[in-house]
């Protein structure tokens, strides 16, 4: 639901990571721009909330495959 929501609002190249209830998200570096828009932040932390997240982030590395193996 959370890649969902970011699709519908024109995000293409992205992840949404989850580590138990908090979503990480990965964007491509020529959509991360678009986080930098206070109203839209507003919107995206409310809908993950309603998903079921307690915290959401921006993760700054940005999107990447394979990011989820890091930490082995």
Do not use: C
Not at 21 to 32: F, G, K, L, N, Q
Not at 36 to 52: C, S
């Amino acid at each position: 639901r959370a890649e969902q929501f970011l699709y519908d609002h024109g995000f293409r190249q992205f992840r949404v990571r989850v580590h138990g209830d908090i979503a990480r998200i990965e964007v491509s570096p020529t959509e991360r721009s678009k986080f930098f828009d206070e109203k839209f932040m507003d919107l995206v932390a409310n809908e993950f909330k309603k998903i079921g997240f307690v915290y959401t982030a921006l993760d700054l590395q940005g999107y990447r495959t394979g990011s989820m193996n890091e930490v082995l």
